[in-house]
């Protein structure tokens, strides 16, 4: 298999399966060099933050804000749809494609992995999975959450921090733990009435 085939299987919406030396063939070197630049930016120097990013991501929305240390296997497989914003130290596991909704909020420290391995000892050496992560919009994800391969998180929903995602969540839920699980839906009784004045809650 050719580097060019197996790019094309990678950015497929569908899971694979492949054997360690076809996946080393793909070179990861541009989006480390670009990584490395990006983490070692100035806190000002936003515009270079840009360039960098969309370099990385091929051309994604301006409004994408990263807060370094940041990290990913190769970038043109994230796929942003409008703003989001990712705090400090997190990573994607891009070995298939994450879609991440507009209005994404991620906190500290999440790690969202495509990737996998043969579950059989005697295999795990010798092949590795992977499966597409998709991320609704308005979705915010608390700090230290894991998400696993071949997750859906629908739209409006909210990660509990630490959590640990390897089945489907609904849109419009709070769902938290290890493994994440639904705990309620979101209602208008959550709904802050802006208008009063800022109080201690």
């Known amino acids: 298999m050719t580097t060019e085939q197996f790019l094309e299987i990678m950015k497929q919406d569908k899971g694979y399966i492949a054997k360690h030396d076809e996946c080393m063939d793909i070179s990861q070197i541009k989006a480390k060099k670009l990584i ?3 983490n070692n930016t100035a806190p000002d120097e936003m515009d270079k933050r840009q360039g960098i990013l969309r ?4 051309n994604p929305h301006s409004n994408v804000l990263i807060e370094p240390p940041f990290h990913c296997d190769y970038g043109f497989n994230i796929h942003f749809e409008g703003f989001a914003f990712m705090n400090y130290n997190c990573t ?3 070995t298939s494609p994450v879609y991440i909704g507009e209005n994404v909020f991620i ?3 999440v790690c969202i992995a495509c990737a996998g391995h043969g579950v059989h000892p005697s295999e795990r050496k010798i092949y590795q999975t992977s499966k597409p ?3 609704g919009k308005n979705v915010w994800i608390g ?3 894991v998400i696993l391969p071949g997750v859906h998180i629908g739209d409006g929903s909210i ?4 959590s640990v995602v390897n089945k489907d969540i609904p849109q419009g839920v709070i769902a938290a733990g290890n493994p994440c699980k639904v705990i309620r839906n979101i209602t208008d009784d959550d709904i802050v009435d802006m208008e009063q004045e800022i109080r201690q809650i």
């Open 36 to 38: 490395y630049q990006y």
């Open 55 to 58: 370099e990385l991501f091929e």
């Open 92 to 94: 994607i596991l891009d």
């Open 107 to 109: 906190a500290p420290g």
């Open 133 to 135: 992560i998709h991320i």
């Open 143 to 145: 700090a230290g959450v």
């Open 159 to 162: 990660i509990g921090a630490g």
